[in-house]
Protein backbone atom coordinates (compact mmCIF):
# COMPACT_ATOMS: atom_id res chain seq x y z
CA UNK A 1 0.00 0.00 0.00
CA UNK A 2 1.00 3.52 -1.22
CA UNK A 3 0.00 6.62 0.74
CA UNK A 4 0.25 10.12 -1.10
CA UNK A 5 -0.47 12.49 1.53
CA UNK A 6 -0.18 15.86 -0.49
CA UNK A 7 -1.98 14.36 -3.73
CA UNK A 8 -4.79 13.04 -1.22
CA UNK A 9 -4.32 9.36 -2.42
CA UNK A 10 -4.02 5.74 -1.21
CA UNK A 11 -3.01 3.12 -3.97
CA UNK A 12 -3.96 -0.34 -1.78
CA UNK A 13 -2.20 -3.96 -3.13
CA UNK A 14 -4.56 -6.54 -4.06
CA UNK A 15 -2.89 -9.88 -4.22
CA UNK A 16 -2.34 -10.89 -8.28
CA UNK A 17 -3.39 -7.71 -10.07
CA UNK A 18 0.29 -6.51 -10.81
CA UNK A 19 0.18 -3.69 -8.32
CA UNK A 20 3.40 -4.47 -6.94
CA UNK A 21 5.65 -2.93 -9.85
CA UNK A 22 3.14 0.28 -9.67
CA UNK A 23 4.34 0.41 -5.80
CA UNK A 24 8.20 -0.26 -6.76
CA UNK A 25 7.86 2.73 -9.37
CA UNK A 26 6.12 4.98 -7.38
CA UNK A 27 7.76 4.44 -3.82
CA UNK A 28 10.00 7.21 -4.11
CA UNK A 29 6.94 9.60 -4.31
CA UNK A 30 4.72 8.17 -1.63
CA UNK A 31 4.70 9.76 1.50
CA UNK A 32 4.02 5.99 3.25
CA UNK A 33 5.13 2.83 1.60
CA UNK A 34 3.56 -0.52 3.52
CA UNK A 35 5.88 -3.14 2.93
CA UNK A 36 5.44 -5.56 5.60
CA UNK A 37 3.78 -7.73 7.34
CA UNK A 38 1.57 -8.67 4.16
CA UNK A 39 -1.45 -8.14 6.19
CA UNK A 40 -0.68 -4.45 6.30
CA UNK A 41 1.25 -4.19 2.48
CA UNK A 42 -2.27 -6.09 1.25
CA UNK A 43 -4.76 -4.46 3.23
CA UNK A 44 -8.21 -4.75 2.44
CA UNK A 45 -10.53 -1.92 2.25
CA UNK A 46 -12.24 -3.00 5.77
CA UNK A 47 -8.38 -3.53 7.49
CA UNK A 48 -7.61 0.59 5.60
CA UNK A 49 -10.74 2.16 7.50
CA UNK A 50 -9.83 0.93 10.16
CA UNK A 51 -6.08 1.04 10.80
CA UNK A 52 -5.19 3.81 8.32
CA UNK A 53 -8.54 5.94 7.22
CA UNK A 54 -8.61 7.68 10.93
CA UNK A 55 -5.01 8.78 11.40
CA UNK A 56 -4.96 9.93 7.82
CA UNK A 57 -7.63 11.88 7.34
CA UNK A 58 -7.18 13.51 11.20
CA UNK A 59 -3.51 15.12 9.97
CA UNK A 60 -4.29 15.31 5.83
CA UNK A 61 -7.85 16.85 6.86
CA UNK A 62 -10.57 15.02 4.47
CA UNK A 63 -10.62 11.60 3.24
CA UNK A 64 -8.41 10.30 0.36
CA UNK A 65 -8.89 8.49 -3.12
CA UNK A 66 -8.89 4.94 -2.29
CA UNK A 67 -7.28 3.52 -5.85
CA UNK A 68 -7.48 -0.21 -6.27
CA UNK A 69 -7.15 -2.31 -9.41
CA UNK A 70 -9.08 -5.77 -10.05
CA UNK A 71 -8.11 -8.38 -12.39
CA UNK A 72 -10.52 -10.85 -14.51
CA UNK A 73 -11.68 -13.51 -12.02
CA UNK A 74 -10.86 -16.55 -13.67
CA UNK A 75 -7.55 -14.91 -14.81
CA UNK A 76 -7.19 -13.50 -11.08
CA UNK A 77 -7.52 -17.57 -10.07
CA UNK A 78 -5.08 -18.54 -12.95
CA UNK A 79 -2.46 -16.47 -11.46
CA UNK A 80 -2.77 -17.80 -8.04
CA UNK A 81 -2.91 -21.33 -9.23
CA UNK A 82 0.33 -20.40 -11.32
CA UNK A 83 1.91 -18.76 -8.46
CA UNK A 84 1.55 -21.93 -6.46
CA UNK A 85 3.00 -24.19 -8.55
CA UNK A 86 6.51 -22.25 -8.44
CA UNK A 87 9.64 -24.74 -7.62
CA UNK A 88 9.53 -23.09 -3.92
CA UNK A 89 6.07 -24.52 -3.32
CA UNK A 90 6.98 -28.54 -3.90
CA UNK A 91 6.33 -30.15 -0.63
CA UNK A 92 3.96 -27.38 0.53
CA UNK A 93 0.42 -28.26 1.58
CA UNK A 94 -1.08 -25.29 -0.36
CA UNK A 95 1.07 -26.06 -3.47
CA UNK A 96 -0.62 -27.00 -7.02
CA UNK A 97 2.02 -28.60 -8.63
CA UNK A 98 0.30 -31.66 -9.41
CA UNK A 99 -3.09 -30.35 -9.86
CA UNK A 100 -5.42 -29.37 -12.79
CA UNK A 101 -6.62 -25.70 -12.60
CA UNK A 102 -10.63 -27.30 -12.91
CA UNK A 103 -9.20 -29.01 -9.77
CA UNK A 104 -7.85 -25.88 -8.05
CA UNK A 105 -11.19 -23.89 -9.01
CA UNK A 106 -13.40 -26.79 -7.92
CA UNK A 107 -11.58 -26.47 -4.47
CA UNK A 108 -11.95 -22.45 -4.68
CA UNK A 109 -15.76 -22.53 -5.63
CA UNK A 110 -16.90 -25.27 -2.23
CA UNK A 111 -18.03 -23.84 0.81
CA UNK A 112 -14.98 -24.47 3.38
CA UNK A 113 -12.11 -24.26 0.81
CA UNK A 114 -9.34 -26.29 0.96
CA UNK A 115 -5.96 -24.70 1.60
CA UNK A 116 -4.30 -24.51 -1.40
CA UNK A 117 -7.53 -22.28 -2.90
CA UNK A 118 -8.15 -20.46 0.41
CA UNK A 119 -6.76 -17.15 -2.02
CA UNK A 120 -9.78 -14.95 -0.97
CA UNK A 121 -11.76 -12.14 -2.75
CA UNK A 122 -10.96 -9.53 -4.64
CA UNK A 123 -14.67 -8.17 -4.33
CA UNK A 124 -14.48 -8.86 -0.38
CA UNK A 125 -11.54 -6.79 -0.57
CA UNK A 126 -12.87 -4.19 -1.77
CA UNK A 127 -16.33 -4.25 0.08
CA UNK A 128 -17.26 -0.98 0.97
CA UNK A 129 -17.57 -0.17 4.59
CA UNK A 130 -20.86 1.03 6.31
CA UNK A 131 -19.37 4.51 7.37
CA UNK A 132 -18.51 5.26 3.32
CA UNK A 133 -15.12 4.35 3.04
CA UNK A 134 -14.68 2.29 -0.27
CA UNK A 135 -12.56 2.58 -3.41
CA UNK A 136 -13.10 5.49 -5.43
CA UNK A 137 -11.21 4.65 -8.40
CA UNK A 138 -11.21 1.15 -9.56
CA UNK A 139 -8.92 0.04 -12.56
CA UNK A 140 -8.96 -3.21 -14.61
CA UNK A 141 -5.56 -5.02 -14.52
CA UNK A 142 -6.14 -5.46 -18.30
CA UNK A 143 -6.29 -1.73 -18.29
CA UNK A 144 -2.96 -0.78 -17.74
CA UNK A 145 -2.95 2.19 -19.72
CA UNK A 146 -5.23 4.11 -18.05
CA UNK A 147 -3.90 3.32 -14.48
CA UNK A 148 -0.30 4.65 -15.64
CA UNK A 149 -2.31 7.99 -17.19
CA UNK A 150 -4.33 8.64 -14.01
CA UNK A 151 -1.32 7.74 -11.62
CA UNK A 152 0.85 9.75 -13.62
CA UNK A 153 -1.47 12.65 -14.16
CA UNK A 154 -2.72 12.48 -10.20
CA UNK A 155 0.79 12.82 -8.94
CA UNK A 156 2.38 15.19 -11.52
CA UNK A 157 4.86 12.09 -12.65
CA UNK A 158 5.78 9.91 -14.92
CA UNK A 159 7.15 6.89 -14.25
CA UNK A 160 8.13 3.27 -15.71
CA UNK A 161 7.03 -0.06 -14.37
CA UNK A 162 9.68 -3.68 -14.48
CA UNK A 163 7.65 -6.47 -14.46
CA UNK A 164 7.98 -8.39 -11.19
CA UNK A 165 6.64 -11.81 -9.36
CA UNK A 166 5.80 -13.46 -12.73
CA UNK A 167 4.51 -17.20 -12.09
CA UNK A 168 5.15 -20.07 -13.96
CA UNK A 169 3.42 -20.83 -17.19
CA UNK A 170 0.98 -23.01 -16.62
CA UNK A 171 -2.45 -24.37 -18.96
CA UNK A 172 -5.64 -22.52 -17.80
CA UNK A 173 -8.32 -24.68 -19.59
CA UNK A 174 -11.61 -24.42 -17.41
CA UNK A 175 -13.89 -27.05 -18.16
CA UNK A 176 -17.30 -24.71 -19.09
CA UNK A 177 -19.64 -26.95 -16.58
CA UNK A 178 -16.67 -25.39 -13.97
CA UNK A 179 -17.13 -22.16 -15.23
CA UNK A 180 -20.42 -22.16 -15.03
CA UNK A 181 -20.33 -23.07 -11.13
CA UNK A 182 -17.50 -20.45 -10.56
CA UNK A 183 -20.04 -17.75 -12.27
CA UNK A 184 -22.70 -18.82 -10.44
CA UNK A 185 -20.60 -19.07 -6.99
CA UNK A 186 -18.93 -15.86 -7.37
CA UNK A 187 -21.39 -14.00 -9.09
CA UNK A 188 -20.40 -10.61 -6.95
CA UNK A 189 -16.63 -10.79 -8.51
CA UNK A 190 -17.85 -10.85 -11.94
CA UNK A 191 -20.66 -8.24 -11.47
CA UNK A 192 -17.68 -6.06 -9.57
CA UNK A 193 -15.65 -6.53 -12.74
CA UNK A 194 -18.19 -5.69 -15.34
CA UNK A 195 -19.36 -2.59 -13.24
CA UNK A 196 -15.23 -0.66 -13.71
CA UNK A 197 -15.33 1.63 -16.93
CA UNK A 198 -12.71 3.98 -18.33
CA UNK A 199 -10.85 5.35 -16.89
CA UNK A 200 -11.43 4.11 -13.07
CA UNK A 201 -15.10 4.73 -12.92
CA UNK A 202 -16.95 2.36 -11.47
CA UNK A 203 -20.25 1.53 -8.89
CA UNK A 204 -19.60 0.13 -5.81
CA UNK A 205 -21.47 -2.83 -4.70
CA UNK A 206 -24.01 -2.20 -2.00
CA UNK A 207 -22.58 -2.26 1.36
CA UNK A 208 -22.85 -6.50 2.72
CA UNK A 209 -24.04 -7.38 -0.72
CA UNK A 210 -20.30 -9.12 -1.36
CA UNK A 211 -20.93 -13.54 -0.25
Known amino acids: MLVFSKQKLVLLSVPKTGTTAFQAALAPHASMVI ?15 RFFRPALEKFVG ?5 VAVMREPISWL ?15 ANATCDMSFDSFVEGYIKGKRPG ?6 QAKFMEPQKNGTAV ?6 EDQEHLREFLSARL ?12 PRAELHLAPEIETRLRRKCAAEFALYD ?16 G
Open 35 to 49: TDPPELKHAPVFRYN
Open 116 to 121: FANVGS
Open 78 to 92: GSWYRYRQRPAMAGH
Open 62 to 66: VPLDV
Open 156 to 167: GVTFDTAVLNVS
Open 195 to 210: SIGPGGAYTPPEIGSV
Open 136 to 141: THLFRY
